[in-house]
């Protein structure tokens, strides 16, 4: 039984020296954690991904999560976890994502939210563990005169898989927050995954990445995919961390993202 927590993007976060054990870090550089700098400029997929930044006005706390943009007929989605848009039941205010997102400048634009999607479980039920498989959201940014894939570029492809897949050298992105990570620069991870649960759609654990606070909705990158997002972490006193990624099921998650794109060829520019 897997030992878990919802990493709070708005922590800071302290860690220990050594998370992750030296012989699992896969990626080149790769610190406590298993994650090193992305190199600048940021190209290609990485160019798609960024921070999404909110505020609680019950807790009165300002939010900082990962995003991407994601392939879609509106060319204004972007995917993120679901825990990253709700918290204990009621939705952030003053969403907005910043692609290309580095050392605190909005590269590519600030870019208000204007509409949310999460599985119908995250907005009427309490935490818990087995919501985790469905730990995955999206947000419609204001079109203006472009929509957003024409300053992006192309959005990454959804990769559906299934209970039980293993997926060899994913890439883990996001900005994590906490001792030794600013939270304004781009961190990548290399990671294998394993099945994590039995139930449900299933759940992508990797033991070469130990994800903290502020790495939350970053994707999962396989193959030129984005394979899942950043959900769940052992905790950071775990000496052998682990990441939890909720995948991309097909049927609940192909329905979401039909809404979504739908909803968002229907929305005017302001």
Partial sequence: MLSLVLLDPAAVTEVSQRNVPVPRVLTPEGDRLGYAPVPRPYTGARRLAGVLLGHDPVAKTDVLCGGTVIGSRSRSLVLTAAHCLYHDGRLLKHLAFLPGYDRGRPRLGVWPVVRTWVPARWRTRPYSPDLLPYDVGLVGVVRRKRPLEDVT?????????????E????????????????GTTMYRCLGDTVEGISQGPGLMVTRNC????????????????????VSSSSPLSDAKGYTVL?????????RMFARADRAMRLTPSP
Avoid: I, N, Q
């Fill in 246 to 254: 909720t995948r991309l099921g097909r049927r609940p998650f192909e």
């Fill in 167 to 182: 997926l060899r050298g994913l890439e883990l992105l996001g900005y994590p927050v906490g001792k030794g990570y600013p």
């Fill in 153 to 165: 570029g192309r959005g990454l492809s959804p990769m559906p898989t299934s209970r039980g897949t």
């Fill in 210 to 229: 130990h994800a903290a606070a502020g790495g939350s909705g970053g994707p999962a990158l396989y193959g030129g995919s984005v394979a899942g997002v």
